[in-house]
């Protein structure tokens, strides 16, 4: 168990709708990322916060948004869904910038 | 930005075999990190590995800053080291960026 809890594991949406991922990293860790890696893709940035600002930003669509709120958990809002973004999400938290970082065991998305 | 290039992309051993895993980058190596994706989808830390060697049973890896790549050995490889190994640094100090990965097979 790495200490990041993602919920929900799995998720079954209809194309149109808006959904919301959460994460809660690990005690202590002020640093989040998301990442979007879709069937046999490797992992595509997304973007990343730090105490609660926005750090770096990635591949991420105007559609999607994410914050990270006063207690450091952070959510990631997807909306307009279509089906191309059917993928597994993961979070991954760190102490900061520049130390390891773990993985949750990600959110499944399926968009029918 | 920073560029992450894994090799082989495939490999495919029999089980008890050894492999090396190598990771080259196109910038300074700054947070090297070497994760498992097992079956499942689960990402496992490996290795947090900025610079020199180090091993973790019959795993190991080395990164040598200074040329910007990182190798990952395995060694008597089992079943379950099956999977697809990734290596990510950071950029900026922000962001991790991944590796496309080697996609392991590990034949009993």
């Given at each position: 168990?790495?200490?990041?809890t993602?919920?929900p594991?799995?998720?079954?949406?209809a194309t149109g709708q808006?959904?919301?991922?959460?994460?809660?990293?690990?005690?202590?860790?002020?640093?989040?990322?998301?990442?979007?890696?879709?069937?046999?893709?490797?992992?595509?940035?997304?973007?990343?916060?730090?105490?609660?600002?926005?750090?770096a930003?990635?591949?991420?669509l105007?559609?999607?948004s994410?914050?990270?709120?006063?207690?450091?958990?952070s959510e990631?809002?997807l909306s307009?869904?279509e089906?191309?973004?059917s993928?597994?999400?993961?979070?991954?938290?760190?102490?900061a910038?520049d130390t390891?970082?773990?993985?949750?065991?990600?959110?499944?998305?399926?968009?029918? | 930005?920073?560029?992450?290039?894994?090799?082989?992309p495939d490999?495919?051993?029999?089980?008890?075999a050894?492999?090396?895993?190598?990771?080259n980058?196109?910038?300074?190596?700054?947070?090297l990190?070497?994760?498992?994706?097992?079956?499942?989808?689960?990402?496992?830390?490996?290795?947090?590995?900025?610079?020199?060697?180090?091993?973790?049973?019959?795993?190991?890896?080395?990164?040598v800053?200074?040329?910007?790549?990182?190798?990952?050995?395995?060694?008597?490889?089992?079943?379950t080291?099956?999977?697809?190994y990734?290596?990510?640094?950071?950029?900026?100090?922000n962001?991790?960026?991944?590796?496309a990965?080697?996609r392991?097979?590990?034949?009993?």
């Amino acid at each position: 168990d790495s200490g990041v809890t993602q919920t929900p594991k799995h998720l079954i949406t209809a194309t149109g709708q808006r959904v919301t991922l959460r994460c809660s990293p690990r005690s202590g860790d002020l640093s989040v990322y998301w990442y979007q890696q879709s069937l046999d893709q490797g992992l595509q940035f997304l973007i990343q916060y730090y105490n609660g600002e926005e750090r770096a930003k990635g591949n991420i669509l105007e559609r999607f948004s994410a914050q990270q709120f006063p207690d450091l958990h952070s959510e990631l809002n997807l909306s307009s869904l279509e089906l191309g973004d059917s993928a597994l999400y993961f979070c991954a938290s760190s102490v900061a910038r520049d130390t390891e970082a773990f993985f949750g065991q990600g959110t499944r998305l399926t968009v029918v | 930005g920073i560029q992450v290039e894994q090799s082989p992309p495939d490999l495919i051993l029999q089980e008890g075999a050894n492999s090396t895993l190598r990771c080259n980058f196109s910038d300074s190596v700054n947070n090297l990190q070497w994760f498992h994706q097992n079956p499942w989808g689960q990402l496992i830390n490996l290795f947090y590995i900025p610079s020199g060697t180090k091993q973790n049973g019959r795993l190991s890896a080395t990164t040598v800053a200074t040329e910007r790549y990182s190798l990952l050995y395995i060694s008597s490889s089992q079943t379950t080291d099956s999977g697809v190994y990734f290596c990510a640094d950071s950029y900026n100090n922000n962001d991790m960026r991944f590796g496309a990965g080697t996609r392991l097979t590990v034949k009993p």
